[in-house]
Structure formats: C-alpha cells, structure tokens
C-alpha cells in the first residue's frame, strides 16, 4: 500500500490513498465522523467549480447518492447542450473526496463526472475529453503522461504604509514586506488537506500599490501527478483560494494581465512522459529524443493550444515582448522567453548538500527522475481539462510526427540567445488576440478530433466562443491606454 498522506482528513482516518477509496470506504468515513452534508462538484464550460448539496437524511440515503449519482441541467452548464434533452447525470469519482474546510456544517465534497440518459460517459464533458485524450496517448504510444501547473495569482488588500516592498520586485520576498505570506500558507495547507499534491508556494514579481489597494502576486506549485488527477487539482486549489480570499476579506484574481508596466499572472504547465513508472525526459544525463518530439509537438500546436489556454482577450496583454512571456514559437534551455522551457534539471547524480555540508557523507544521488518540460503560455483563463487534453493531443502529435527532431533543432534557441535570433531564425509567432486563436484552431481541428478525442461541437463552441470578442485590433487600439486597460481587466477579472 502506498503511504497517505498525513494532511488529508479522509487518507489519514482511512489509513489508504485517495486512489484506493471505494463507496465504502466513504460511506464509513462519513457515518463515523458526523458528516451531515455531501457535495456533489463538477466543472462547468466557464471552468469554475459548481456546487449541489445534499443534507444526509438517512445511511440509505448517503449508499443511494454514492451509488446513482443526480440529475442536472445540463443546458445550463454548457452552451453546446440543446434544452430539449439536456437532463444529464453527475456521478461521483470516489477518489476526489475531500472534507470541506469553509463548511460550518461537517460536509464531505467529490468531483463528478457527466453521463448521459443511455448511462454512458458525456463524451463532450471537459474531464471526458482529457480522459480520451490520455488514454489514446497511451495506447498509441505506449507512454503516460504527468502534469503539475505553476498556478499564479493576484491578492489584492487595502494598502498600509508599514513595509512597503519595491515595485516589481516581490519574488520570494518574506514578510514583513509580503503581506499575504499567511494567507498563502493557509491556501496550500488548505489545498494539500483537500488532496493537492502540492510542491511549494511562495511570493512572485508583482508587488505594487494602486489606488490605496496592495496588489501582492503568488504562485503555488504542484508535484508532477497524473494528468486527469492535476486537472481536478488546479479546479479545486483554484476554488480553494477563491473562498479562503472571502474569509480574509481580500480580493483574488488569476486575470493574466492586471495592469500596463506589471507582471501579469501565467499558468505554466510542466509535463513529463512516463513509462513504467520511469521518467523517460531524460537518456544518460540529457534531455531525451523522446522529450524533444513531444517539444515539437507542442510547438506544432502552440497556435492553436492558445484556444484552450488564453480565453479572453487580457490575455493578449501577457503576450507582449519582454516579459517573461512567449510570443514566438521555440525553446530553450532555462530561457523564460521561450513557449517551451527546459528548466534547471538534476541531469547527472551529484552530492550538492556535501559540498555545502563537509560533516555528511556524500553519496551522490540520480535526480534525472524530477526532470520536466514547461509550456509558458497558458495563463488563468485557462480551461484547464482542454488545455491539459490538448498536450496530450501535442505530445502525441510530435512523437508520431517524422520529421518532429528537425522541428526540435531548428526552434532550438541556445542559453543567451534572445530576440534578434528569433527574428534571424524567422521564427513563427503566437496569435495576438482571440480571434486569431480561434483562426488556428480552425486550420488544425483535425488533430484534435482524430479518435474522437475532442468533440466536433466543442471545438465549433470554442471557436464562435474567441471569434465572439471581436478583438483583432484590440492590443494596437488601446495600447498605452490603462484606463482601457482596466476595464478589460475588470470585465474578466474572475476568469477560469
């Protein structure tokens, strides 16, 4: 049995991993610590947590909503749902269970999934979709693939005159000067008791005053996890944060782009393939083939990965040259200008804490294990289980591809090489507003619904969705602009 974890209520009384639960497991955790109220969870097509109570009147009632699952409207959840057969079930995936830590009354909470009247998985419903996406990876290539999210946010509290940090100069700053750093330890203790496999968090770039309001930027970081399961996490560490942030009486936002002059705020996407239970990134200390297919997989789709991971058109205003965000289409090792970074890695077994520390043995170790490959471009409007899906999609894409290790070398940017290279290697670039998301998505949707991975009427919706905002010119209109720029920001401050 693996080991559980200590943070989480359910794990710890239970004595077994998440993975392991079964209807009765929960059925015993809830009869014997007094949980008076279940909650059935699932994401919606604008990526937020939806919620449906239920107060547990009886041990039959608790077995009967284990076992069935509800009903809901399913024309209500997602505009690609016609009202005349919208009736659609939700049915609980044990493994999610988590004990609310905002309820006032004992209340345990599960992530569902959608089924349709014949009782078969919703094929269009967005876990569905990464579901399909990873299993057809899977049987194609052989390989699993593993995900964590760098999830990047903005707090926003009234402003006091006590240690004030420097303007744009917040990373892993401590407190004093970072006001939020117990809100932030709160967050992730939060996240890794409601099943999180949480890395680290701590204070970013943004650090500003506007208005008498502190604008103070984190980011929380998760461990590598199956990539269904990092979906569900990033859904609930993002809800999670949204009502820690009521509790505290702050204001929260994941917008990308917060105002002219600052960091705005990325979801950057770490993935690694797998294959018994093996890192395959990485072959005698360097960075594998395998890894540099799927590099190119990624950057084959990077125009078009953009529909599912910048939804709304502040997004655009985070892909602009010289911060610390792509807009051309490459990679490199450690450069944070690149759509795909091959971060810092412990390619080769070596005894650091040794060299640091002359009265313990050395015993150099093989960290290659922990090796990653990051995709900067996503941000939080992000529809995470799309967005997760289409990686998939990528990766699978680029190791098929035959000719994806000439694409690799000639994206490649070498450590310190910046912008004129990219112009001298004429590199393609990124889309610059929705609309033109939505073109790409339009030239490849074929790749994303091979197999029936992504549904025709999902990728139809997303498209007329980016197509909508009318934004072609938006980014040369309002550019310099910050009251403008405000009101985009307001207008999708609570986006993803």
């Not at 859904?235 to 705005?264: C, D, E, H, M, Q």
């Not at 789709?301 to 892909?319: D, E, H, I, K, M």
């Not at 807009?327 to 640091?356: E, F, Q, Y």
């Not at 910046?418 to 990124?430: I, Q, S, V, Y």
Request: hydrophobic fraction near 35%; aromatic fraction near 10%.
């Amino acid at each position: 049995m693996e080991e559980y974890s200590m943070l989480n209520p359910i794990e710890h009384y239970l004595e077994m991993r998440s993975s392991e639960f079964t209807k009765e497991d929960i059925v015993q955790y809830i009869w014997e610590n007094g949980i008076e109220m279940l909650n059935f969870h699932y994401v919606a097509e604008d990526g937020r947590l939806k919620t449906l109570n239920f107060v547990l009147n009886s041990f039959e009632h608790m077995q009967e909503l284990l076992s069935s699952g509800e009903r809901v409207d399913g024309s209500s959840l997602f505009s690609h749902i016609k009202t005349g057969y919208s009736d659609l079930y939700v049915i609980p995936k044990l493994k999610t269970a988590f004990l609310d830590p905002f309820a006032e009354i004992p209340t345990v909470g599960i992530i569902c999934t959608f089924f349709t009247k014949e009782g078969e998985p919703l094929e269009s419903a967005p876990d569905r979709i990464l579901h399909k996406a990873h299993e057809n990876l899977k049987r194609e290539t052989g390989y699993e693939l593993e995900a964590l999210g760098e999830l990047e946010y903005y707090v926003l509290m009234e402003s006091d005159n006590l240690f004030q940090a420097t303007d744009q100069k917040g990373y892993h700053e401590s407190p004093p000067f970072n006001k939020s750093a117990d809100f932030r330890t709160e967050a992730v203790n939060l996240i890794a008791s409601c099943g999180g496999n949480v890395k680290y968090a701590h204070s970013e770039v943004g650090n500003f005053v506007l208005d008498n309001v502190t604008y103070e930027q984190s980011e929380i970081e998760f461990n590598p996890s199956p990539i269904e399961d990092a979906a569900d996490q990033l859904v609930i560490a993002k809800w999670i944060l949204r009502n820690l942030a009521k509790k505290y009486g702050y204001s929260l936002t994941f917008s990308p782009k917060i105002t002219i002059g600052k960091a705005g705020s990325g979801l950057h996407i770490h993935t690694r393939l797998m294959k018994d239970g093996k890192n395959m990134m990485v072959k005698d200390g360097e960075l594998s083939e395998v890894a540099k297919k799927v590099i190119a997989g990624y950057l084959e789709l990077a125009p078009s990965l953009t529909a599912f991971g910048n939804t709304n058109p502040s997004s655009y205003f985070r892909l602009v040259p010289n911060q610390e965000a792509p807009t051309t289409i490459c990679w490199g090792d450690l450069n944070r200008n690149a759509l795909v970074r091959v971060p810092l890695g412990w390619k080769k077994p070596v005894d650091m804490l040794a060299k640091v520390n002359p009265q313990v043995q050395s015993e150099p170790k093989d960290f290659s294990y922990k090796q990653t490959v990051e995709f900067r471009v996503p941000d939080g409007s992000a529809s995470v289980h799309h967005l997760l899906a289409g990686l998939c999609v990528a990766a699978n894409y680029g190791l098929q591809k035959e000719d994806a290790l000439e694409i690799a070398a000639k994206s490649y940017l070498k450590l310190g090489e910046g912008r004129e290279a990219m112009l001298k290697n004429k590199l393609r670039t990124l889309p610059d507003s929705c609309v033109k998301s939505a073109t790409e998505l339009q030239k490849q949707k074929d790749i994303y619904t091979r197999n029936n991975v992504f549904t025709g009427d999902i990728i139809e919706q997303t498209i007329r969705t980016l197509t909508a905002y009318n934004d072609e010119d938006l980014r040369q209109k309002i550019e310099g602009n910050i009251e403008e720029l405000l009101y985009l920001v307001k207008k999708y401050f609570h986006c993803g």
